[in-house]
């Protein structure tokens, strides 16, 4: 009998049919909406007696839905559905749906919404209001991360609403299922099933990006594949489309240039040949047939050896302008993407995106949005902002971050990006005077732009935590937060984060936020301090390689941006050198002129400086850059101390996950020390600075690591 009842316990746990603690192995995001302490629980469900949604169709199901799930996962007991008012009710309305409501919803937009504890007829109730469903279901969302977080849910008075318009992630995801930098498995989309199968992953991924604001998904790799284009492939993104459409996302899919001719044959791609502006037409309405809501277009062009409009001696914006007359009687956009740098152009690689667009400002179509990543070479632990944020005050620039950690320690560095995202907006411009914040230039305010938009390259893969580890969701979770308000700060976020997907008892979040607002930094000090940057492995960019020096396009070199030699160290992009600073507005630039002026953060971006020039703390440049190596590996060594003492608060699965990569991360921190400082060393010939241990092997033994399968390379 005994051993009849335990076979029956082991296949309910092994089907998950046991009321024993689920699987926690990512899958559910920050959705945990794991069982609440019987207090907490109570006070939930007093504020949650019943659901009175106001109105019916996709949208409000979302929404009533994603509360039952909420509520009933928090208390055990999913409120009810009611046509009636009662204490302690969550009542959803619209004026549409509510002409009387006892809240303005007017400045909220058709995303925003506004909370409010309210009275009626002598009950105590929570309003959710918004001028329409997508508006009612983020204060849903807003509503649920409160109740999640442990934050109190009387007296609320909430109204938010997103500053900018298009907040899209971009997946760099290939047709073979394939993603490009991506570190979490293949591709969530399932081109070869679709559209006939649509599993729930699908509606999973909705609501995650519902939950914090996303509003557009760009299917496919800028990299793009004229096929993405056909008849099966617009199907297929149509079937997501759908399922997409009431979580108020919207899909967009990369271009590319050549699909003319790849496709039908065309014997050109010029943009202002006729044929091929009527090619794209009849393409944008072969699509918007299939997808009515569809957003439009992404395109990289005429960069990396992708083709475009420069190929026929016609500029970026006759390119873009070609393709935004395709999708403007849809009401569609193009993102028209600024990552351009010419293999024969001899001029700084940081500067040659400017010098391209600086002077097409006001060439562009206002349906045209140009997009513009964070930094001026590619997403590098640091960057200084980009000098054209700022600088086209007559046409729109969207931000480009990368969610995904190509150089941030790919999926198993715990690097949380809150604090780069953060410090990139809120990077004064200065170009219409302080306080002009690339935060400003996104959102439109600053120049009075009406099409604004942010897009995060993606990092998310069929793994089943989504990311590839669990605190990378937290990086996701950070852009979409910061999209919907780019005001928020890195840590505040953190802390909604950390208390949704792990508890938000203080001796767990407390820890988690404090390990996770410093781990950036450590990355950018174990990996490219001061400045430095692109001294990754070739191709795959995983591990350290500042040797680098024999690829035939100069600027994939890792010593093109150090420049070390005997002398020193730096990129000398001053009136001396390149010259770079003064793409920069006038403050900037004359801060950026002088090493002393230039913050320590971006010195060798700026300056090539001797060994023992003079740090602010009095050490030499030598000396202190060793320093910063040792404290980035110090700190990783930090978090792992930190992640121990959390044991007893993390369930297994996910405490094991996190304790294996910080031992990945601790271990490849130190190589990146050793043998960062085994070259530099090699160039400086300056003896370790006192109680620096050397380099564990020699310079030889780093540079003959080969990683022929790290991911996320093709
Ligand atoms: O980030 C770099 C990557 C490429 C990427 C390219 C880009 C999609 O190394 O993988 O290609 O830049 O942003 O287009």
């Known amino acids: 009998m005994i051993a009849r009842l335990f076979c029956w316990i082991v296949a309910m746990v092994a089907v998950g049919l046991t009321p024993m603690a689920r699987a926690e192995d990512g899958y559910d995001l920050w959705l945990r909406y794991a069982r609440a302490d019987p207090s907490r629980s109570a006070a939930l469900s007093a504020h949650a007696t019943a659901i009175v949604a106001t109105g019916a169709g996709p949208t409000w199901a979302a929404a009533t839905g994603e509360l039952q799930r909420g509520i009933g996962g928090m208390t055990g007991a999913p409120p009810a559905l009611s046509e009636t008012i009662q204490q302690g009710a969550l009542w959803l309305a619209t004026p549409a749906s509510t002409p009387a409501l006892p809240v303005r919803t007017d400045g909220l937009g058709s995303e925003g919404y506004a909370i409010r504890s309210t009275m009626v007829d002598g009950k105590a109730v929570t309003l959710i209001a918004a001028n329409g469903d997508v508006g009612v279901l983020h204060g849903v969302y807003h509503w649920l991360r409160l109740a999640q977080s442990g934050a109190s849910l009387d007296a609320l008075d909430i109204r938010s609403a997103p500053k900018i318009g298009l907040r899209l992630l971009n997946h760099w995801d290939n047709l073979n299922g394939t993603v490009e930098r991506g570190y979490a498995g293949q591709s969530i989309w399932d081109w070869w099933r679709l559209p006939d199968w649509k599993g729930p992953r699908y509606t999973d991924y909705a609501r995650a990006n519902a939950s914090i604001g996303i509003n557009g998904t760009v299917l496919n790799n800028v990299n793009a594949k004229a096929d993405s284009l056909t008849a099966p492939y617009i199907a297929k993104a149509a079937a997501l489309a759908d399922i997409f459409r009431p979580y108020g996302i919207k899909v ?48 990289k062009a005429n960069s990396e050896g992708q083709p475009g409009p420069q190929d026929y001696n016609r500029t970026h914006a006759n390119g873009a302008n070609m393709l935004a007359a395709a999708v403007k009687p849809h009401g569609g956009i193009v993102m028209w993407r600024a990552f351009v740098y010419a293999h024969d152009n001899p001029d700084d690689r940081a500067k040659q995106a400017y010098s391209d667009f600086k002077p097409l400002d006001g060439q562009f179509a206002d349906n045209v949005i140009v997009q513009v990543k964070n930094g001026a070479i590619d997403f590098q632990p640091r960057e200084p902002f980009h000098p054209l944020f700022g600088a086209m005050p007559r046409t729109p620039l969207m ?61 998310i893969g069929v793994d089943r935590d989504w990311s590839g580890s669990i605190f990378n969701q937290a990086d996701w979770y950070a852009f979409g937060r910061l999209a919907w308000d780019t005001s928020l700060s890195a840590q505040a976020i953190a802390q909604e984060w950390a208390a949704q997907t792990f508890s938000p008892d203080p001796r767990v979040v407390q820890p988690i936020v404090a390990m996770m607002m410093g781990s950036r930094e450590a990355a950018v000090d174990y990996m490219t301090p001061l400045g430095l940057a692109h001294v990754m492995g070739t191709g795959h960019h995983y591990g350290p390689a500042p040797w680098i020096a024999d690829l035939a396009r100069p600027e994939w070199n890792p010593v093109y941006y150090h420049k070390a030699n005997v002398q020193g160290i730096g990129f000398d992009r001053t009136g001396t050198g390149s010259n770079a600073i003064a ?63 959390l044991r007893p608060y993390v369930d297994a699965e996910r405490f094991a996950e996190t304790e294996a990569f910080l031992t990945i991360q601790h271990r490849e921190a130190l190589w990146w020390r050793d043998a960062s400082i085994a070259y530099f060393q090699s160039m400086s010939k300056r003896p370790l600075p006192a109680g620096s241990a050397a380099p564990a092997h020699d310079l030889d033994w780093y540079k003959a690591q080969s990683f022929p399968y790290a991911p996320g390379h093709n």
């Open 399 to 459: 931000m480009e971050f990368q969610i995904t950690k190509e150089y941030l320690g790919q999926s198993t560095h715990l690097t949380y990006l809150g604090p780069l995202f953060e410090e990139v907006l809120r990077s004064d411009t200065f170009a219409k005077g302080k306080g002009s914040t690339v935060a400003r230039v996104i959102d439109g305010s600053l120049e009075g732009h009406t099409l604004t938009g942010i897009a995060g390259v993606a990092n």
């Open 252 to 299: 967009y899919l990369s271009v590319k240039w050549t699909a003319p001719m790849e496709l039908d044959g065309l014997k050109t791609a010029d943009p202002l040949d006729p044929a091929v502006a009527a090619w794209w037409k009849a393409k944008a309405d072969e699509i918007y047939k299939a997808i009515p809501d569809f957003g439009g277009f992404l395109i």
């Open 583 to 645: 793409q920069y507005a006038p403050p900037v630039a004359r801060r950026l002129a002088d090493p002393k002026t230039t913050p320590e953060r971006d010195l060798l971006w700026f300056h090539h400086l001797p060994w023992d020039y003079r740090l602010r703390s009095g050490e030499t440049l030598w000396d202190g850059l060793v320093h910063h190596y040792e404290r980035g590996v110090a700190y990783v060594a930090d978090m792992q101390k930190t992640w121990e003492g």
